[in-house]
């Protein structure tokens, strides 16, 4: 029986170095990897869905108190309406001479501290028959508690006021407001309008 001797390896020569084993995976066709998504466009029918109602907005609150029981409370023409209208209950004096009329209102107001409503005379008298309050713009404080009146003033003319008992005489905004503290200066800050009035901005 033979053995096998194997020789010595020399101190030049360099150790054997096995490359490690490497798996390769075949590169997959990248056409089937790019795969292309249809889309599809799908139309989706409310008819048979329920409806939604969206209840409006919850307005500020305020009191008021019919000293009549025929007092009529303010309302609002149009869902958009600004002001609300106030309605005249009877008429308290006719002045000729002035040609104005004094109506109540047989209503009171409690107005919510920190606010203040205004009395506007109605786009219709003005513009129509040349009609306006007589204090052009009314202010009701949040302590004041008695009846509002309107006064009606007809500018430059003989002809006879129109609103009568039960009409809109007039129409009202509740605003916020704020008391404000007045500090005494030696000197304002200076802007480059100054004391320029009076039509100095042009037409």
Same mark, same amino acid.
Request: negative net charge; proline residues 5%; contains cysteine.
């Given at each position: 029986m033979s053995t096998k001797t194997e020789t010595p390896k020399q101190p030049w020569q360099k150790p054997e170095v096995k490359e490690p084993e490497t798996n390769v995976v075949p590169a997959q066709d990248k056409s089937e990897e790019q795969k292309i998504t249809e889309v599809k466009t799908v139309t989706i029918s409310t008819e048979n869905l329920p409806s939604v109602t969206v209840d409006k907005q919850e307005g500020l609150t305020v009191k008021l108190k019919k000293l009549k029981q025929d007092a009529v409370t303010p309302q609002y023409a149009t869902d958009g309406s600004a002001c609300f209208d106030i309605t005249a209950l009877e008429i308290l004096k006719d002045n000729p001479n002035e040609n104005s009329i004094t109506y109540s209102t047989g209503l009171s107001f409690e107005i919510p501290k920190d606010h203040v409503m205004l009395v506007f005379s109605r786009s219709g008298h003005g513009f129509k028959e040349n009609v306006r309050l007589a204090n052009?713009? =009314? $202010?009701? !404080?949040? !302590?004041?508690? =008695?009846? *509002?009146? @309107? /006064?009606? %003033? /007809?500018?430059?003319? @003989?002809?006879? $006021?129109?609103?009568?008992? =039960?009409?809109? @005489?007039?129409? =009202? *905004?509740? *605003?916020?407001?704020?008391? %404000? $503290?007045?500090?005494? %200066?030696?000197?304002l800050n200076e802007t480059s309008r100054g004391e320029n009035g009076l039509g100095s901005t042009g037409k």
């Amino acid at each position: 029986m033979s053995t096998k001797t194997e020789t010595p390896k020399q101190p030049w020569q360099k150790p054997e170095v096995k490359e490690p084993e490497t798996n390769v995976v075949p590169a997959q066709d990248k056409s089937e990897e790019q795969k292309i998504t249809e889309v599809k466009t799908v139309t989706i029918s409310t008819e048979n869905l329920p409806s939604v109602t969206v209840d409006k907005q919850e307005g500020l609150t305020v009191k008021l108190k019919k000293l009549k029981q025929d007092a009529v409370t303010p309302q609002y023409a149009t869902d958009g309406s600004a002001c609300f209208d106030i309605t005249a209950l009877e008429i308290l004096k006719d002045n000729p001479n002035e040609n104005s009329i004094t109506y109540s209102t047989g209503l009171s107001f409690e107005i919510p501290k920190d606010h203040v409503m205004l009395v506007f005379s109605r786009s219709g008298h003005g513009f129509k028959e040349n009609v306006r309050l007589a204090n052009c713009v =009314g $202010i009701v !404080d949040s !302590d004041y508690r =008695g009846e *509002l009146f @309107v /006064k009606l %003033v /007809k500018d430059n003319s @003989v002809s006879v $006021i129109q609103p009568s008992r =039960g009409e809109r @005489v007039a129409q =009202g *905004l509740v *605003l916020p407001v704020s008391q %404000v $503290i007045f500090t005494e %200066v030696e000197e304002l800050n200076e802007t480059s309008r100054g004391e320029n009035g009076l039509g100095s901005t042009g037409k």
